[in-house]
């Protein structure tokens, strides 16, 4: 829409515009629009699964945890209440603990001053030589 700014071809007269108003057509095509929107249906993303209906597979009993590792706040390292007092020994206890034919839970159990390279020291150990069940415990009860 615009206004058309000049002389009419001599006489004082302006010249008529005649446009279509189009605003209430934009308005009545939003509203079917918005209509349209509306009652289209809801889109699921789902996938139905059949699941098994008869019983679960029987719980296998839970290795006891034989294995405590306590880390003192001074680096110190005891297996079970013995202090390992090696690289070496830890090594050798880890290997056997990795041979077993059913692995153990390895509780590890760091002070809470102690520095973190000891204890990541000790599960990079146990993770090379194949010990798969090990864990942080938390040191609640440690001394």
Known sequence: M?????TGG??????????????PLIDVMLVLLI?????I????????LNMPVNAPPPVNAEPPVIYRIDVDFDGTILLNGEVVPDRDALEQKFDVIAKMPVQPEVHLRPHK????????????EAQRLGVKKIGLVGAEQFM
């Open 41 to 48: 249906p809801i889109q699921t993303h789902a996938t139905k």
């Open 35 to 39: 209509m349209l929107i509306i009652t």
């Open 10 to 23: 001599g006489s004082g007269d302006p010249e008529v515009i005649v446009d279509v108003n189009t605003t």
């Open 2 to 6: 615009g206004m058309n700014v000049g």
């Open 113 to 124: 001053l102690v520095k973190y390279d000891k204890v990541a020291m000790v599960m990079a």
